[in-house]
Nanobody, 126 residues
Framework: QLQLVESGGDLVQPGGSLRLSCAAS????????IGWFRRAPGKEREGVSC????????YYAEPVKGRFTISRDNAKNTVYLRMNSLKFGDTAVYYC???????????????????WGQGTQVTVSS
């Protein structure tokens, strides 16, 4: 059974850092592009970042560029999202998802992804 499990969400103060993990079971993460999405209260799910499987390219949404870093540990079958300088606006449920292939024009599209995790809550509050 293919499964993605996110972890690492927490309550953090503005300016703080978190590292989210996306662990796969039932398949090899390296065979897929892995994206991180988030859904803030009252808003639609949006793409945050993605790491491709074919060339290792990484993509970031404008609001998180320079603050978030996506990486992959193939030995652990896990993808990480390091989040620094967190802001109130980063509060959301964060999801990871797997896609057979993405490119710069499609990585942020929900429809590109076949498998989704259940999400982990990130709350930025003072």
């Amino acid at each position: 059974q293919l499964q993605l499990v996110e972890s690492g969400g927490d309550l953090v103060q503005p300016g703080g850092s978190l590292r989210l993990s996306c662990a796969a079971s039932g398949f090899t993460l390296d065979d897929y592009a892995i994206g991180w999405f988030r859904r803030a209260p009252g808003k639609e799910r949006e793409g945050v970042s993605c790491i491709s499987n074919s060339d290792g390219n990484t993509y970031y949404a404008e609001p998180v560029k320079g603050r978030f870093t996506i990486s992959r540990d193939n030995a652990k079958n896990t993808v990480y999202l390091r989040m620094n300088s967190l802001k109130f606006g980063d509060t959301a449920v964060y999801y990871c998802a797997a896609a057979p292939h993405v490119q710069e024009s499609t990585w942020w599209k929900i429809i590109a992804y076949d498998y989704w995790g259940q999400g982990t809550q990130v709350t930025v509050s003072s």
